[in-house]
Nanobody, 126 residues
Framework: QVQLVESGGGSVQPGGSLRLSCAAS????????IGWFRQAPGKEREGVAC????????????MYSDSVKGRFTISRDSAKNTVYLQMNSLKPEDTGVYYC???????????????WGQGTQVTVSS
């Protein structure tokens, strides 16, 4: 079973940036699709971004929700077994707990994901 540990959350002002990390206990991260989700208070968990296995590059290997497209970038460092979420131009509506999880194939449905991390809090406020 893969264990995931998120880090990098914090408090920033609108327009600021943060980089979240998702450290995996597996050395096969290249072949493990990983997604980032977030959950704001009183709201359902929503998918933010996903990075596919390196052998599934039909759509460029990454996908983003419309709400973060152009502002967030998901990437993978195989040597560190870590997936990152670079978040720029942050908005108050980006506030929430951010989670990473594994899946068989990138999708937006959270029930398709496993091995959820404990989450990291992101707060965007002036």
């Amino acid at each position: 079973q893969v264990q995931l540990v998120e880090s990098g959350g914090g408090s920033v002002q609108p327009g600021g940036s943060l980089r979240l990390s998702c450290a995996a206990s597996t050395s096969t991260i290249d072949y493990t699709p990983i997604g980032w989700f977030r959950q704001a208070p009183g709201k359902e968990r929503e998918g933010v971004a996903c990075i596919a296995s390196i052998d599934e590059m039909t759509y460029g290997g990454t996908m983003y929700s419309d709400s973060v497209k152009g502002r967030f970038t998901i990437s993978r460092d195989s040597a560190k077994n870590t997936v990152y979420l670079q978040m720029n131009s942050l908005k108050p509506e980006d506030t929430g707990v951010y989670y990473c999880a594994t899946t068989r194939k990138c999708a937006w449905e959270s029930f398709l994901y496993n091995n959820w991390g404990q989450g990291t809090q992101v707060t965007v406020s002036s």
